[in-house]
């Protein structure tokens, strides 16, 4: 498989290696002063670069009938406006916040403990997420998803904010310290206990792999996707 990276960081480079172990070719590595390409000399393309490019380098690869995985954060603004393209040029397009394999089983254990907890008002919940001190954005596209997952499983939660508590509310704190590669803490305390549930990538190859495996499924197929198309689970 012919593979255009989009961003050339620490997520394309860590990529890339995975997917030449794996038998593909990079056909193209683009990043920021690089930007003038072909993508249709890929079979597919991975974006993982900055939340504002990520769009134009989604639209570009739909409007030349390149189907694109991407796991840029910070751009959602504008999913359903790449949603809207890929239905319109019938092309196809997985958008992860994250491609982990051990992220996305816990996607499933957070929504499987929020509706277990919906009868339970005395318990509050908040979340934590940990990540290195190049990450422009925050909270991180995993909280943002895990927040709206507890929201659509349990009746206590309505919306979600940084730094800020109030009723019906799941506060979020993002933390940033040096070389973390993304912990997510999720913490449901009564005035008698306290139950939490964790994910801590040791690195980055979880995402890498889980992206490159989204290229090798998209191949030949049409429409929106997510990773649980892919991994089949939840
Ligand atoms: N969904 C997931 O599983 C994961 C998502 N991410 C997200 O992926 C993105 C990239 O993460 P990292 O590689 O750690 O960041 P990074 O900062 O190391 O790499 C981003 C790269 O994009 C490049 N770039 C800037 N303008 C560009 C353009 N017009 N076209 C193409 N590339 C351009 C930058 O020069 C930089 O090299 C972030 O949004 C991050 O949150 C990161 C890890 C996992
Ligand atoms: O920027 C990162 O590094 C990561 N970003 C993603 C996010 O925002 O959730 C996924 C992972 O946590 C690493």
Redesign the pocket.
Known sequence: MKIAL?????????IEQIAINRGHEIVLK??????DYDITLADVAI????????F??ISNCLNNGVPVI??????LDNFDNAVALCNEKKGAFI??????LG?NIFFEMNKYLAKMMSNLKQYNVSMEEI??T????AP???AISLANDIISNNNNFSDWKLDENGENIIPITAKRIEDV??THTITYASEVDTITIDHV?HN?Q???L??VIAAEWIIGKTGVFTMNDVLNIG
């Open positions: 989009l961003g050339y960081g620490k997520m394309g480079k860590t683009i990043d920021k002063d690089n930007t974006d993982f670069s900055i939340p504002n490019v990520a134009n380098n991407s796991g840029t954060t910070g751009w958008y992860a916040s994250n491609f982990s992220v990540h290195h190049q990450k422009l954005d991180s596209g995993t590669p993304g990538a980055r979880g995402f890498a889980g992206a």
